[in-house]
């Protein structure tokens, strides 16, 4: 058989199931069902179905005592799991893909609704994901589910201690624009940029005392973008906070301080 990081990680797994009633690996049901999915399984069938086809090549790579196991048990086994537990497992396995030549990650934490999610018959509403992207792994690090995008702000700071993110870049939209998310990452040896909106008029106002007491920009950016017939242009100013005060080593205080612009307009060229 050949080996794979994906199968190692998942032979750690606790089996739940009683040694007498086992009669396929649980990392053989795991990976089968999890290179399904990836091939677009939407169904405990349809991993039955994909693991027939691809019985072959499967036999390469997993055990399989006793051939494909059944759509039933791979339901069962998977009702038995602690969802928690095997998330750290996979978690720990997308984090081994990274490339380590890669020093300065961008991480882009962002909520989303999964369309066509919502159950009305069962009166469930849809799905909020929260996720984190590796810009340059391209790469879904981990996930988080919560009851609605207000929840993001409890869910954020545990989908980054999941992480490893030491040395990286995180991003969230003005959602995540708190002091306890901001403290997580500092203190997971990571750097943040966090959004403000002018809906958030406290911390507005506080930003714009910032700005009027630095009085000076370090650094002015221009950035023009086209895509089809539209131009955007895109100006920033960025500001030097210590000039008002000098953070401590493991502060959460913001290193700098920036101003962005953009306007769009129609492109009149061929």
């Not at 089968?32 to 390469?60: M, N, P, T, Y």
């Not at 159950?119 to 994901?129: L, M, Q, R, V, Y």
């Not at 009851?147 to 040395?167: R, V």
């Not at 960025?238 to 290193?255: A, D, E, G, I």
Request: net charge positive; charged share 25%.
């Amino acid at each position: 058989m050949i080996r794979s990081s994906l199968y190692d990680y998942f032979a750690k797994l606790s089996d739940p199931r009683l040694n007498r009633n086992k009669k396929h690996n649980l990392a053989d049901i795991i990976v089968l069902s999890i290179l399904a999915v990836i091939c677009g399984a939407e169904s405990w069938d349809s991993i039955e179905e994909f693991g027939k086809v691809r019985i072959d090549f499967l036999r390469k790579i997993l055990h399989l005592p006793n051939g494909i196991p059944s759509h039933d048990t791979i339901n069962r086994v998977f009702s038995r799991l602690k969802p928690d537990k095997f998330e750290v497992v996979f978690i720990s396995w997308v984090n081994s893909l990274r490339d380590n030549n890669i020093d300065k990650e961008v991480i882009s934490i962002d909520g989303k609704t999964i369309r066509g999610s919502k159950d009305s018959f069962h009166e469930k509403t849809a799905i909020h994901i929260v996720s984190a992207w590796a810009n340059s792994n391209q790469l879904v690090l981990g996930q988080r589910k919560v009851d609605g995008k207000s929840n993001e702000i409890t869910a954020i700071p545990e989908l980054l201690e999941m992480l490893d993110i030491k040395g990286s870049i995180v991003t969230i939209d003005a959602m995540g624009t708190q002091k306890n998310i901001a403290k997580v990452i500092i203190d997971n040896q990571a750097n943040y940029i966090l959004a403000l909106k002018g809906n958030q008029t406290y911390l507005k106002g506080e930003y714009m005392k910032a700005l009027g007491c630095v009085g000076i920009r370090t650094i002015w950016i221009s950035v023009h973008i086209q895509d089809r017939n539209i131009v955007e242009v895109r100006h920033l100013l960025q500001y030097n906070p210590f000039l008002l005060y000098k953070p401590s080593r493991n502060s959460c205080s913001p290193r700098h301080l920036c101003n962005t612009e953009g306007r769009r307009s129609l492109s009149h060229g061929s």
